[in-house]
T-cell receptor, first 112, second 112 residues
Framework: LAKTTQPISMDSYEGQEVNITCSHN???????ITWYQQFPSQGPRFIIQ???TKVTNEVASLFIPADRKSSTLSLPRVSLSDTAVYYC?????????????FGTGTRLKVLA | ETGVTQTPRHLVMGMTNKKSLKCEQH?????MYWYKQSAKKPLELMFV???????ENNSVPSRFSPECPNSSHLFLHLHTLQPEDSALYLC???????????FGPGTRLTVL
């Protein structure tokens, strides 16, 4: 089963922009790319979802290239409370059937 | 958030015990999911139910048995578990199977 891969961890300072990339080479043709945030001992929480090009909401932007084999979550001006694990979620067709695949997760640590 | 609730929040069981995890969603969604999250691992999708019908089973051992009596409730029946089954079990729901998922707080399961 193809993996959906992300950097294991990232450090940033307050006020900086953070970009986290997810690689999903076998994304299903008609599927969305979704990103979630997870704090310790809590379930993941939805951040943003997109299909192609660029999507922006009040907390983040999502950049998706034309081939859709990767996506980049952009968090503008992070704060200490953005310290969390970030996951991408895509539908994968590499096994011949549709399956949800969460990324390996990126542990973001925001420093003062 | 109380949209998706899970009980119990913590469970310790022996390998010969039988227990059940319960999930309830108050969001009017038609799809529900069980995930397993082991320490320092990404989320693993176990089961998907859409309109009470199981649509995805990711090769989960038969010692895990899901039940979905209606679109608002989801159970995970556990029997003869192994210590490696110790993990955080998360329930989620969504409107349609490709839209934003709302997660519960999870059940922290320890198998002795």
């Amino acid at each position: 089963l193809a993996k959906t891969t992300q950097p294991i961890s990232m450090d940033s300072y307050e006020g900086q922009e953070v970009n986290i990339t997810c690689s999903h080479n076998n994304i299903a043709t008609n599927d969305y790319i979704t990103w979630y945030q997870q704090f310790p001992s809590q379930g993941p929480r939805f951040i943003i979802q997109g299909y192609k090009t660029k999507v922006t909401n009040e907390v983040a932007s999502l950049f998706i290239p034309a081939d859709r084999k990767s996506s980049t979550l952009s968090l503008p001006r992070v704060s200490l409370s953005d310290t969390a694990v970030y996951y991408c979620l895509v539908g994968d067709m590499s096994s011949g059937t549709y399956k949800y695949i969460f990324g390996t997760g990126t542990r973001l640590k925001v420093l003062a | 958030e109380t949209g998706v609730t899970q009980t119990p929040r913590h469970l310790v069981m022996g390998m010969t015990n039988k227990k059940s995890l319960k999930c309830e969603q108050h969001l009017g969604h038609n799809a529900m999911y069980w995930y397993k999250q082991s320490a320092k691992k990404p989320l693993e999708l176990m089961f998907v139910y859409n309109f009470k019908e199981q649509t995805e089973n990711n090769s989960v051992p038969s010692r895990f048995s899901p039940e979905c009596p209606n679109s608002s409730h989801l159970f995970l029946h556990l029997h003869t578990l192994q210590p490696e089954d110790s993990a955080l079990y998360l329930c989620a729901s969504s409107q349609g199977t490709r839209n934003e998922q709302f997660f519960g707080p999870g059940t922290r399961l320890t198998v002795l």
